[in-house]
């Protein structure tokens, strides 16, 4: 008598799930550095979005308000400093304000009068500076010499989540006020 079996055996089915369970170990793998790579660009891309945005202020306010060079020691000679002091700004009803931005403990603070506040969001300001130094613009008839005050800003930023992530920016900011 012939019997006719139907079905898997023991040994074929414990083959199959040996198998399934090395693919499935592959791809859980394979998603798994995929999340946490994900994760990390996210972070890069909000560290660059508030440096960007930190720069953005500042030059806002160098180009709509000026330098106060009179606030530095020497004039109008080359400076580095962590204190950037801006305007003064005069409202529309003629009244003087102070601006200035300060790099210190890790922020930059932008000072409106008596108020002071972070501009640097969820960034820890590990190095930087600000270069202050007119450039000048040629003669213009009668020996007159103007300037247009101009700023070098170097900042390096970390990450406050985490340090590993690092940027650095550089840029020169002019002023759209000439002296």
């Given at each position: ?40 660009i ?41 204190l ?32 002071v ?29 103007l ?27 002019s ?5």
């Open positions: 008598m012939i019997r006719k079996t139907t079905g898997f055996t023991l040994m074929e089915l414990m083959v199959a799930i040996t198998v399934s369970g090395i693919i499935l170990s592959a791809v859980m793998t394979s998603y798994a550095a995929l999340v946490a790579n994900k994760q990390k996210d972070q890069f891309r909000h560290t660059q979005s508030a440096a960007t945005l930190s720069m953005s202020k500042i030059a806002d306010k160098v180009r709509d308000f000026g330098i106060n060079y009179d606030a530095y020691e020497g004039g109008d000679a080359s400076t580095e400093t962590t950037l002091h801006i305007g003064p700004y005069i409202d529309e009803n003629e009244v003087e304000h102070d601006i200035s931005f300060e790099i210190k403990n890790g922020k930059i603070l932008m000072q409106y009068n008596d108020r506040a972070p501009i640097t969001g969820g960034l820890v300001v590990s190095d930087g500076a600000f270069v202050v130094q007119p450039s000048t613009v040629p003669n213009r008839g009668e020996g007159a010499q300037y247009q005050p101009r700023v070098d800003v170097d900042l390096s930023f970390v990450s406050a989540d985490d340090e590993s992530i690092k940027m650095d920016l550089e840029t020169s900011l002023s759209r006020q000439y002296r």
